[in-house]
């Protein structure tokens, strides 16, 4: 056992001197700000949030996997609609809800 603990604590301490030495090599890159970033056309434009008024179960697609549930809150689509399906971001990525009757609103 002791070894074991030996060779893990070197391991360990192997890598860590391994990142702080790779951290010091890595130079700051300055960014080209002569032209813009996002080019005119390229804007996206979503959708007006959601207030959710009650728990709302989110999914992995329509009529998909149950993932989670949100609490009330606002929440962000993506603009993708499939019926009274709506795609939003959720902190394990994009998911559906089931949002009866939505219009999306852009104003």
């Given at each position: 056992?002791?070894?074991?603990?030996?060779?893990?604590?070197?391991?360990?301490?192997?890598?860590?001197?391994?990142?702080?030495?790779?951290?010091?090599?890595?130079?700051?890159?300055?960014?080209?700000?002569?032209?813009?970033?996002?080019?005119?056309?390229?804007?996206?434009?979503?959708?007006?949030?959601?207030?959710?008024?009650?728990?709302?179960?989110?999914?992995?697609?329509?009529?998909?996997?149950?993932?989670?549930?949100l609490a009330p809150q606002f929440v962000h689509p993506t603009g993708?609609?499939?019926?009274?399906?709506?795609?939003?971001?959720?902190?394990?990525?994009?998911?559906?809800?089931?949002?009866?009757?939505?219009?999306?609103?852009?104003?």
């Open positions: 056992m002791k070894k074991f603990a030996a060779i893990t604590a070197s391991v360990i301490i192997s890598a860590a001197l391994g990142t702080a030495a790779s951290a010091a090599e890595t130079e700051a890159v300055t960014p080209n700000l002569d032209e813009p970033i996002i080019q005119v056309g390229e804007t996206v434009i979503a959708p007006n949030p959601i207030e959710l008024l009650n728990n709302t179960t989110f999914y992995s697609n329509p009529n998909g996997e149950a993932l989670s549930a993708q609609t499939i019926n009274d399906w709506v795609e939003i971001y959720t902190w394990l990525g994009k998911a559906w809800i089931n949002v009866p009757n939505y219009v999306p609103d852009y104003s």
